[in-house]
């Protein structure tokens, strides 16, 4: 599901314009892309489908891909304008100047929504980078992430015996750690 809108005329605006990301308030990015929509922007407010249960019913409900994001066209030059709109925390930027998002990857985004195939959140994991089993029946374990025949692996080594075993994973149950694990002290049994 995509919720986008073009300018007042139907078609999308300028297509040399750069794409940006704002970060909004949590929940808000429904609301943020109407108001921006309703003063003239061209935003994209990826969703995604997913059927939530509670204890007397089950609903399906749209969900932003990105959460806390919304994109919009160009703009940057009527930032004031942008920057009062109601519930945007900021315009993601680098060294204090908007950060372009390059047209491929929106239209990416926008043509698999589009294709009507299931998409949904996904982390962004490199392979080699330290991580956490989020839960499952592996909550909590750390390892090294590779990749090997298109499966995810987590590599748990025995630093002091010098060796490593893998355990097929799926990535989504997988979260980055800014570094190796801290070693704890355990005590010695015996």
């Excluded at 942008?82 to 519930?87: A, E, Q, S």
């Excluded at 355990?167 to 800014?178: G, H, M, W």
Aim: glycine share 8%.
């Amino acid at each position: 599901m995509l919720c986008t809108s073009t300018d007042s005329h139907g078609s999308h605006l300028d297509s040399q314009l750069d794409w940006y990301a704002i970060y909004t308030r949590h929940q808000h990015e429904k609301t943020v892309a109407r108001i921006l929509t309703s003063k003239g922007f061209e935003t994209l407010l990826p969703l995604y489908s997913v059927a939530h249960r509670w204890k007397d019913r089950t609903k399906l409900l749209s969900l932003p891909l990105f959460p806390c994001y919304v994109f919009l066209k160009g703009g940057s030059e009527r930032r004031l304008d942008i920057m009062t709109t109601p519930g945007i925390h900021s315009l993601v930027s680098t060294a204090g100047q908007p950060a372009a998002i390059p047209n491929v990857e929106i239209e990416a985004i926008r043509r698999a929504i589009e294709s009507g195939a299931p998409v949904e959140p996904h982390p962004l994991l490199k392979c080699g980078e330290w991580v956490r089993v989020k839960c499952g029946p592996m909550e909590g374990i750390q390892g090294i992430l590779v990749r090997k025949k298109n499966l995810y692996r987590l590599v748990l080594s025995v630093e002091m015996l010098g060796k490593a075993a893998c355990v097929e994973i799926d990535a989504f149950l997988l979260e980055r750690l800014n570094g190796p694990p801290s070693k704890v002290d355990h005590p010695h049994y015996g």
